[in-house]
């Protein structure tokens, strides 16, 4: 109760500050920036009066509001790719301004890369980057398809996993870490086929904003990042659409006005057909190896996933608008093997024999969220959402033996079904509130109810003889479900304080219910700028953030055993402090940026040494794992080209990471210090994009990066010989490992090309593109592993075995073609 009275006491600290600031007579200017043909919200759109220079952004639904001092207003807007707005009038009382910004024919001079929010020199929030779509389009991807988080790795203080990995790992932090929002609603698992793709499609996306560092008081629940993905509205008026086909999959989008001018739709579907292939191979492929004319065998097999969005805006008038939001995305492997063999003895007679193998294991989200905008007064607008998100994963195989004959039958079937989900609803309400000319307010509050099934393992085993039961055994283990309630408050001013100094202070606090026990946290945030020069300036922040949710994982790459867990009343929050500063120069186009970072984090969890997932042991989660400290610094160098026919950026990062595990019986690698898994010494990142013409425009991405860690046997010794029947194989090899993470691979490098050919057409625009993954086919490690070999004399009688490393690369070069229809 007393942080309550303490969170209350610190935000009425706010509102005195900022009414001291109040001038004499001042007005509200407000409204909505729309694209002026689709009437599309644009988000981060600047309104200032050119005169006094003072200015504000759009928010996330495209709506601003600007309070000016009565009097003589030169009241202009502006956004990327549009010609800008102006409009000089008598400020006299509120105003409401829609603006419709017309897209500007000169592209070539107004294309931009990732570019900073508010401004790189001028906005309070450092460690922060606005990645637009068009630019995404740009950049070469693996088998040409766009992938927003592959994307969002090229940027400094984010790093990969393994080779082709969709993973985020930032600033030290690991994937579970990040907080994904797809419209303001968390994604547990966006990551498609062990993570070579992300759960977004391109073409429903508006907006991806990064934050890796200071992160504003209006987001929580988790340490290192989070990545904002705004989805599209729909075009008010007119129909628009493009259906895109590439070697592995394909999608389509359509959007256009359900009730003109009040109502507009955005209905996006993606789909790979690799198991359309491989299916009939499979099953051509077992028939081609039967042998016995008698037997009848046939194989199904293969993997898609698919993702489904979906948007509904409704506009009840300048004041009230309605959205839903939707998004269903699947993975699914599966395997249907049947072996039938006949056959005759003279004793059993014809004797049929049948067997079957099956696999199903499937795993995905679900998203639905409601929201009502709602303009209260000219300068306090309001956000109400519902939604629902749900993440489920199922895993089941079946084999089945079947033999009968004119005498007797026989049958055996063994089935495996693993269950694990996480279900939450939650109720959220945001506000934006400019009271003063200098003040900027967000307050807001949040009520999520979790339901985790961490782990459910049912295993049915069954022996006849004779249509008589022989054996039979069942058994189901599972981790009884957890319910917590998460609450969260917060609030943040952005306060001019004079031109020169900038700042943005916040706190969010939280609360977190479980297991009878409720855990609290008061989080402040503060950032600040200050304004040397026009075109200079020099950036420091804190937050101090929590997390009340685990990704429990034992493997290199993403799959979807990973498994979510919440706290508990064993297993406290983790927690983390983070501070930076940096240095921002604008110059002719020109973007430069350096950033230091020092994060300290708690409570930072690790499987114990032996435990994984797939411990079929009564054995409850929290008795597997360790929990310990970590921390982390670097230095991140940016530079980038925002205008012109010729744009990209160069990112580059030196950081180190660091674990510490020695908590009274939680010691992992003895209680010492151990590099983390994606401890990376060294990162550069050059993507550079050039406009050739109206018809043609090229990119091209570099990547080095030092290797990954890992925990491999570099050390044994000899032990007693083997003998069996086959012989004599030689002194044993017993493994050595001196510490956690002791082996780092070699480097990785990878160059990717692109070029997209446009033909425009009367009614629609064609669009060819050729992608090359690693073009230069540089063997970059995606495994090492120890493999064991014998040592033989001349005669070739065993003397010893040894141990080597040996490295799996599972992308060489490939190129990739694909064909897109706009209309």
Same mark, same amino acid.
């Given at each position: 109760m007393k942080r309550y009275f303490l969170f209350l006491w610190l935000l009425s600290l706010f509102l005195p500050t900022a009414m001291a600031q109040s001038p004499s007579k001042s007005h509200t200017i407000s409204g909505y920036v729309t694209d002026g043909k689709s009437q599309e919200t644009l988000l981060g759109a600047s309104v200032y009066d050119a005169a006094t220079m003072k200015g504000s952004v759009t928010n996330n639904f495209g709506y601003y509001t600007l309070k000016l001092s009565e009097g003589q207003v030169d009241f202009r807007a502006s956004f990327v790719g549009y010609d800008p707005y102006q409009a000089r009038f008598e400020l006299k009382n509120d105003t409401v301004i829609n603006i419709a910004l017309a897209q500007s024919n000169q592209l070539n001079e107004v294309t931009v890369t990732a570019r900073a929010m508010e401004s790189n020199v001028k906005g309070t929030q450092m460690s922060t980057i606005e990645l637009p779509v068009l630019q995404l389009k740009k950049v070469p991807a693996l088998f040409g398809e766009t992938?927003?988080?592959?994307?969002?790795?090229?940027?400094?203080?984010?790093?990969?996993? +393994?080779?082709?990995?969709?993973?985020?790992?930032? $600033?030290?932090?690991?994937?579970?870490?990040?907080?994904?929002?797809?419209?303001? /609603?968390?994604?547990?698992? /966006?990551?498609?086929?062990?993570?070579?793709?992300?759960a977004f499609n391109a073409d429903a996306i508006k907006n991806v904003t990064l934050y890796k560092g200071n992160f504003p008081a209006r987001f929580g629940g988790r340490l290192s990042s989070v990545v904002d993905v705004r989805m599209k509205d729909g075009d008010m008026y007119e129909y628009h659409g493009n259906l895109s086909i590439g070697l592995i999959a394909s999608k389509f989008n359509v959007e256009g006005p359900i009730i003109k001018g009040k109502t507009s739709f955005n209905l996006s579907f993606r789909r790979t057909y690799y198991d359309v292939i491989t299916a009939p191979l499979a099953n051509f492929l077992v028939k081609q190896q039967t042998e016995n004319p008698n037997s009848k065998n046939s194989a199904w097999a293969g993997y898609y996933f698919y993702d489904l969005n979906l948007k509904v805006n409704h506009k009840f008038?300048?004041?009230? $608008?309605?959205?839903? %939001?939707?998004?269903?995305?699947?993975?699914?492997?599966?395997?249907?093997?049947?072996?039938?063999?006949?056959?005759?003895?003279?004793?059993?007679?014809?004797?049929?024999?049948?067997?079957?193998?099956?696999?199903?294991?499937?795993?995905?989200?679900?998203?639905?969220?409601? $929201?009502?905008?709602? /303009?209260?007064?000219?300068?306090?607008?309001?956000?109400?959402?519902?939604?629902? +998100?749900?993440?489920?994963?199922?895993?089941?195989?079946?084999?089945? *033996?079947?033999? +009968?004959?004119?005498? %007797?039958?026989? *049958?055996?079937?063994?089935?495996?079904? /693993?269950? %694990?989900?996480?279900?939450?609803? *939650?109720?959220?309400?945001?506000?934006?509130?400019?009271?003063?000319?200098?003040?900027?307010?967000?307050?807001?509050?949040n009520l999520t109810h979790h339901t985790y099934s961490p782990t459910t393992t049912a295993i049915h085993m069954k022996e006849t003889e004779n249509e008589q039961t022989e054996y039979a055994f069942d058994s189901v283990s599972n981790d009884a479900k957890i319910r917590a309630l998460e609450t969260d408050l917060y609030v943040e001013d952005n306060w001019d304080v004079n031109g020169f100094l900038k700042v943005n202070a916040g706190l969010h606090y939280s609360t977190f219910s479980v297991d009878h026990k409720t855990y609290h946290s008061l989080q402040p945030r503060l950032s600040a700028r200050a304004l040397l020069t026009e075109n200079f300036s020099l950036k420091a922040g804190y937050a101090y953030m929590s997390q009340y949710i685990h990704l429990l994982s034992s493997n290199a790459i993403s799959l979807p055993t990973d498994l979510w867990v919440p706290v508990t009343g064993n297993i406290i929050p983790m927690n983390a402090h983070q501070v930076a500063l940096g240095a921002f120069y604008d110059w002719k186009g020109f973007e430069f940026s350096v950033e230091g970072y020092y994060k300290k984090m708690h409570n930072v969890m690790e499987y114990k040494d032996g435990s994984t997932f797939f411990s079929l042991d009564q054995?409850?989660?929290?008795?597997?794992?360790?929990?310990?400290?970590?921390?982390?610094?670097?230095?991140?160098?940016?530079?980038?080209k925002q205008v012109g026919k010729f744009t990209g950026w160069i990112g580059y990062t030196w950081a180190h990471a660091d674990r510490l595990f020695d908590r009274e019986g939680?010691?992992?690698?003895?209680?010492?210090?151990?590099?983390?898994?994606?401890?990376?010494?060294?990162?550069?990142n050059i993507v550079l994009m050039y406009d050739i013409n109206d018809h043609i425009d090229v990119g091209a991405t570099w990547i080095y990066s030092s290797g990954n860690c890992a925990t491999l046997p570099l050390q044994g010794y000899h032990g007693l010989g083997e003998y069996s029947h086959y012989g004599y194989y030689g002194p044993t090899v017993i493994d050595h490992i001196e510490s956690r993470n002791n082996y780092r691979y070699s480097s990785y490098q990878r160059l990717d090309l692109v070029a997209n050919f446009h033909k425009q057409k009367k009614h629609c625009e064609r669009i060819f593109s050729i992608n090359v993954y690693n073009t230069l086919c540089h063997n970059n490690p995606f495994v090492v592993f120890p493999q064991e070999n014998w040592v033989t004399d001349m005669n070739g009688e065993i003397l010893y075995r040894v141990k080597t490393l040996r490295q799996i690369c599972i992308f060489p070069i490939i190129p990739t073609v694909s064909w897109q229809y706009k209309w």
């Amino acid at each position: 109760m007393k942080r309550y009275f303490l969170f209350l006491w610190l935000l009425s600290l706010f509102l005195p500050t900022a009414m001291a600031q109040s001038p004499s007579k001042s007005h509200t200017i407000s409204g909505y920036v729309t694209d002026g043909k689709s009437q599309e919200t644009l988000l981060g759109a600047s309104v200032y009066d050119a005169a006094t220079m003072k200015g504000s952004v759009t928010n996330n639904f495209g709506y601003y509001t600007l309070k000016l001092s009565e009097g003589q207003v030169d009241f202009r807007a502006s956004f990327v790719g549009y010609d800008p707005y102006q409009a000089r009038f008598e400020l006299k009382n509120d105003t409401v301004i829609n603006i419709a910004l017309a897209q500007s024919n000169q592209l070539n001079e107004v294309t931009v890369t990732a570019r900073a929010m508010e401004s790189n020199v001028k906005g309070t929030q450092m460690s922060t980057i606005e990645l637009p779509v068009l630019q995404l389009k740009k950049v070469p991807a693996l088998f040409g398809e766009t992938d927003v988080i592959k994307a969002l790795q090229l940027l400094p203080g984010v790093q990969s996993g +393994t080779e082709g990995s969709a993973g985020m790992y930032v $600033r030290g932090g690991g994937p579970d870490e990040n907080l994904i929002l797809l419209d303001g /609603v968390p994604l547990y698992n /966006v990551n498609h086929a062990a993570g070579f793709f992300s759960a977004f499609n391109a073409d429903a996306i508006k907006n991806v904003t990064l934050y890796k560092g200071n992160f504003p008081a209006r987001f929580g629940g988790r340490l290192s990042s989070v990545v904002d993905v705004r989805m599209k509205d729909g075009d008010m008026y007119e129909y628009h659409g493009n259906l895109s086909i590439g070697l592995i999959a394909s999608k389509f989008n359509v959007e256009g006005p359900i009730i003109k001018g009040k109502t507009s739709f955005n209905l996006s579907f993606r789909r790979t057909y690799y198991d359309v292939i491989t299916a009939p191979l499979a099953n051509f492929l077992v028939k081609q190896q039967t042998e016995n004319p008698n037997s009848k065998n046939s194989a199904w097999a293969g993997y898609y996933f698919y993702d489904l969005n979906l948007k509904v805006n409704h506009k009840f008038s300048d004041k009230d $608008r309605l959205f839903l %939001s939707i998004y269903s995305g699947d993975d699914k492997v599966y395997a249907n093997m049947k072996y039938r063999d006949e056959y005759h003895n003279a004793y059993n007679g014809t004797v049929t024999g049948l067997e079957k193998l099956d696999l199903d294991w499937k795993w995905g989200n679900r998203i639905a969220a409601l $929201r009502w905008n709602h /303009v209260i007064q000219p300068n306090l607008f309001m956000n109400v959402t519902g939604a629902y +998100t749900q993440y489920r994963h199922f895993m089941g195989a079946g084999y089945s *033996s079947e033999s +009968t004959s004119n005498l %007797s039958s026989y *049958s055996e079937s063994m089935d495996l079904g /693993v269950h %694990s989900g996480i279900y939450d609803y *939650s109720a959220k309400a945001d506000f934006d509130y400019k009271p003063f000319e200098n003040h900027d307010i967000k307050f807001g509050a949040n009520l999520t109810h979790h339901t985790y099934s961490p782990t459910t393992t049912a295993i049915h085993m069954k022996e006849t003889e004779n249509e008589q039961t022989e054996y039979a055994f069942d058994s189901v283990s599972n981790d009884a479900k957890i319910r917590a309630l998460e609450t969260d408050l917060y609030v943040e001013d952005n306060w001019d304080v004079n031109g020169f100094l900038k700042v943005n202070a916040g706190l969010h606090y939280s609360t977190f219910s479980v297991d009878h026990k409720t855990y609290h946290s008061l989080q402040p945030r503060l950032s600040a700028r200050a304004l040397l020069t026009e075109n200079f300036s020099l950036k420091a922040g804190y937050a101090y953030m929590s997390q009340y949710i685990h990704l429990l994982s034992s493997n290199a790459i993403s799959l979807p055993t990973d498994l979510w867990v919440p706290v508990t009343g064993n297993i406290i929050p983790m927690n983390a402090h983070q501070v930076a500063l940096g240095a921002f120069y604008d110059w002719k186009g020109f973007e430069f940026s350096v950033e230091g970072y020092y994060k300290k984090m708690h409570n930072v969890m690790e499987y114990k040494d032996g435990s994984t997932f797939f411990s079929l042991d009564q054995t409850d989660w929290q008795d597997k794992v360790v929990m310990g400290d970590g921390w982390s610094y670097g230095i991140e160098l940016f530079a980038q080209k925002q205008v012109g026919k010729f744009t990209g950026w160069i990112g580059y990062t030196w950081a180190h990471a660091d674990r510490l595990f020695d908590r009274e019986g939680q010691e992992l690698n003895f209680g010492e210090v151990f590099p983390a898994k994606y401890d990376r010494r060294h990162d550069l990142n050059i993507v550079l994009m050039y406009d050739i013409n109206d018809h043609i425009d090229v990119g091209a991405t570099w990547i080095y990066s030092s290797g990954n860690c890992a925990t491999l046997p570099l050390q044994g010794y000899h032990g007693l010989g083997e003998y069996s029947h086959y012989g004599y194989y030689g002194p044993t090899v017993i493994d050595h490992i001196e510490s956690r993470n002791n082996y780092r691979y070699s480097s990785y490098q990878r160059l990717d090309l692109v070029a997209n050919f446009h033909k425009q057409k009367k009614h629609c625009e064609r669009i060819f593109s050729i992608n090359v993954y690693n073009t230069l086919c540089h063997n970059n490690p995606f495994v090492v592993f120890p493999q064991e070999n014998w040592v033989t004399d001349m005669n070739g009688e065993i003397l010893y075995r040894v141990k080597t490393l040996r490295q799996i690369c599972i992308f060489p070069i490939i190129p990739t073609v694909s064909w897109q229809y706009k209309w």
